[in-house]
């Protein structure tokens, strides 16, 4: 992956020099009865090669039954005839947890073409490419086997310096993540990744660390929990330059991954968001427009994303669900020394 590397380039390697570019998923048949295929999913330090293997990841989990089924891991013999799309049962092996992956096919074959039917667009990513709809079964605890690690809604912590009590929120769905009010730290929930002040990444990297202690997990650990601020619904810039309007979310989030803004929302932490947005008490469901379906709109610096959870009565996650694009780069070999 070029790791690591002090100066963040990744130059001699494969990755980006940021987070969501310095990823690798290992695939492999599974024996688990009821599974087709598992995966791992690992996370590389950029500056200090760190290997990651804490938690999933949700954009790289729509990758997986595509590659599976073109690379031999998944019997073509089983298709039935003239089939249109293929459900994968998969198995992550960092959180123990099932997911179904459902692509069009032709001939056999993942069918990832912008001349599909079934083709849509990602905001984030340009072009477009055939719909992978991922459905995260029973995501709830996926490191601490609880939910909400901590038995509460919200927990109070204070940073360096300051009595006011802060207002966090601290869920394991699908992975673990810290949510914090925009407000609470006297910043807009519309800054784009750029213009993050550092305090404003110091006071996140403090919660950040807290809400994993509070979790039961390390603090030091990059990966795992992320941390996201969250806003109501607001107007504002995206990325590219255009207007994001209030009315199309019900709620607006900045995240971070290994300390670094993402640039759009980690598929993981939209899912949870969509959960946390659907339960009374959490900082997430104070700043939501009230939700009516299962669909949440989370509105992001690239655009939005629509993520369905489907909670019972009781609060128990049954499932999240997102859709996703996918498509293949290259195959070829990758020299390491």
Known sequence: MGSPDPYGRQLNGMGGGISSLSKIILVNKSRRPGVDVEYTFVQVGIKDGAIDVSGNCGNLSGAVGPYALASGLYDQRRLDPGTSSLTMSLWNTNTNKKINATFPIKDGQPWLSDNSDQAISV????????????????????????????????????LPGSDEPIRITCLDCTNPTVYVQASSLHVLPTLLPDTFPSTTLEQLEH?????????GLDPTAQSQPKIAIVGPPTAYTMISGEQLEASSVDLVIRALSMQQPHRAVPMTVAMAT?????????????????VTGEEVRIGHPSGKVSVGADIKPDGEVVATKVYQTARFLMRGEVYWS
């Open 123 to 158: 905001d984030g990513i340009s072009g477009e490419a055939s719909r992978i709809t991922v459905d995260y079964l029973e995501p709830g605890g996926a490191r601490t086997g609880k939910l909400f690690p901590t038995g509460n809604k919200f927990d109070l912590v204070s």
């Open 207 to 215: 919660l950040r660390a807290a809400g994993a202690r509070l979790m």
């Open 274 to 290: 969509a959960v946390a947005a659907r339960v009374p008490g959490t900082v997430v469901h104070d700043v939501s427009r009230k």
